[in-house]
Nanobody, 127 residues
Framework: QVQLVESGGGLVKAEDSLRLNCAASGRTFSRYLVGWFRQAPGKEREFVATISWGGYNTAYADSVLGRFTISRDNAKNTVYLQMDSLKPEDTAVYYC????????????????????WGQGTQVTVSS
């Protein structure tokens, strides 16, 4: 069992930056791949970024590529999402999710591939 807690959200202006944190507790987090997803009002949850448990592989949605960076510190049981050049369309509740992986290279973009989810943190970007 893994418990995930997101933090770092807030209200910012366009072009500002935020860093979201996903802190994990429970079993050996270093063997879990982690993804970030977001859901805006009236829209479906969408993939944002993912990182393999070894940190060797990452993947991003086209809409955030070049602006967001996912990273992890397994010693601190934490995954980060650095968000730069934020846009109003980035406004959403951001969720982190995790699943135990068999290899250090695998990444998953589909939300159905994840087993554990956090409660989410609100990010609001004003124009």
């Amino acid at each position: 069992q893994v418990q995930l807690v997101e933090s770092g959200g807030g209200l910012v202006k366009a072009e500002d930056s935020l860093r979201l944190n996903c802190a994990a507790s429970g079993r050996t987090f270093s063997r879990y791949l982690v993804g970030w997803f977001r859901q805006a009002p009236g829209k479906e949850r969408e993939f944002v970024a993912t990182i393999s448990w070894g940190g060797y592989n990452t993947a991003y949605a086209d809409s955030v590529l070049g602006r967001f960076t996912i990273s992890r510190d397994n010693a601190k049981n934490t995954v980060y999402l650095q968000m730069d050049s934020l846009k109003p369309e980035d406004t959403a509740v951001y969720y982190c999710a995790a699943v135990e992986a068999q290899t250090p290279l695998i990444v998953i973009k589909n939300s159905r591939g994840y087993r554990y989810w956090g409660q989410g943190t609100q990010v609001t970007v004003s124009s």
